[in-house]
């Protein structure tokens, strides 16, 4: 290593850092602060400025890391192809479960069963709420693949938020945000993003980096992902949205073409070192995310399959179990439950084009058969579990936190 005046030389990094600059800051005099915090809230504060990265050269990666990331793209690949055989009701599913993972990682908690009314309609706390909002921005995130710009972008905030934040959406964000800190001024934050004028032009960049053809699949997500999370575009939602860009990328890129891999399953096990990578990009330095994104993408592989596993061998049980004939509404409900583990009569009547009475005939049978079991108060409408699905579904959630270091959410 070339030396000056005697000391080391670090050497550049091979990815552009973020810069900074300084910003006047209008103290709120009406908020309520102490002395103290009135202080450290006074005088200019510190501005992320991204670097333009869409012609940027590929970054130096370590042989090793870069055979893992191909590796890595095998499996994607492998498991597309293995579970898209058997579509229905798996990617259903594996899109839910991802949309948990990415939610928990910002500290956002529901419960399979919780997640399930509220995808029913019925009434769900707020996280799970947005975990299923979260599931709509990544199908809106599939399904704007092949136009990744600033108005799918733009569609994935509001399919997240749109609902219960209507006022964030359909737009880059107007104010200054930051991340960690108090909640009164960016002096004391972790992070501070770019101001508000800077995102326009900064997202442009980064998207036509992500529409870029010649990069590694799994390096090429993870710098877009990092990049994207550093403009933090939005005044909330950034890390859910920007884990929906990684599946359209998955998809735009080809690696999946059927079903979503739960990849923040991967990044749950260990939140805290994928907010540390997030740093150490901002400082030019990519191997982090790169292998966190590596990392998690092998484990999100198997604990996906794990979930497959156990559904397949839970659905062959319920042949087993079921009086319900070939083609009957009892028999085609089982897929449903897959996908769906709590219904109500009205919802199998819809998702199945039957009557309400052949509806509630079926489901009936699998009471009787004892796949499903009754819950709730019957003057509300009587609920229906598949009590084994939810266990499974638990212990996929068990798998992915695992072990796990928590971040700081975002």
């Known amino acids: 290593m070339a030396k000056v005046d005697g000391m080391p030389m670090v050497p550049p990094p091979s990815w552009p850092r973020v810069e900074y600059e300084s910003h006047p800051w209008d103290d709120d005099e009406d908020a309520p602060l102490s002395r103290r915090a009135r202080l450290r809230s006074r005088g200019p504060y510190e501005a992320a400025v991204t670097p333009a990265i869409a012609g940027a050269a590929a970054p130096n990666l370590p042989a090793d890391l870069v055979v893992d990331c191909e590796d890595a793209v095998a499996e994607l690949a492998r498991f597309d192809a293995e579970v898209g055989a058997f579509t229905a009701p798996f990617a259903a599913i594996l899109l839910r479960s991802e949309s948990a993972s990415s939610s928990e990682i910002e500290n956002l908690t529901a419960m399979p069963r919780g997640i399930a009314l509220a995808a029913l309609g019925r009434k769900a706390g707020t996280n799970a709420r947005l975990v299923i909002a979260n599931a709509h921005a990544m199908e809106a995130a599939v399904a704007l693949a092949d136009d990744l710009d600033d108005a799918a972008v733009i569609a994935m905030h509001a399919a997240l938020l749109g609902d219960e934040q209507p006022h964030h959406t359909g737009r880059w964000r107007d104010q200054q945000v930051w991340i960690g800190g108090t909640g009164t001024s960016p002096h004391t934050a972790d992070f501070v ?218």
């Open 193 to 410: 993003p770019p101001r508000a004028e800077r995102v326009t032009r900064a997202m442009e960049d980064v998207l036509a980096f992500a529409r870029r053809d010649d990069l590694p699949a799994l390096v090429h997500v993870a710098l877009t992902h990092a990049q994207f999370e550093t403009i933090h575009p939005f005044p909330d939602g950034n890390g859910r949205t920007g884990r929906a860009i990684v599946h359209s990328m998955l998809r735009r890129l080809g690696v999946m073409r059927q079903v979503t891999v739960p990849v923040s399953a991967g990044l749950l096990r260990d939140a805290s070192g994928y907010f540390d990578a997030l740093g150490a990009y901002r400082d030019g330095d990519v191997e982090p995310i790169v292998r966190a994104f590596t990392r998690a993408t092998v484990e999100a592989v198997d604990n996906g399959r794990s979930l497959v596993t156990d559904l397949t061998r839970l659905r062959l049980q319920w042949d087993e179990l079921t009086t319900a004939r070939a083609g009957s509404v009892g028999r085609r409900l089982l897929d449903v439950l897959q996908r769906q583990p709590v219904v109500d009569v009205p919802s199998v009547a819809r998702e199945l084009g039957v009557a309400t009475n052949n509806a509630r005939a079926g489901i009936e049978r699998l009471v009787d058969d004892g796949i499903v079991r009754p819950i709730g108060e019957a003057r509300r409408g009587r609920l229906y579990e598949a009590p084994d699905v939810l266990v499974a579904l638990d212990a996929f959630a068990v798998r992915a936190k695992r072990g796990r270091r928590p971040g700081p959410g975002a």
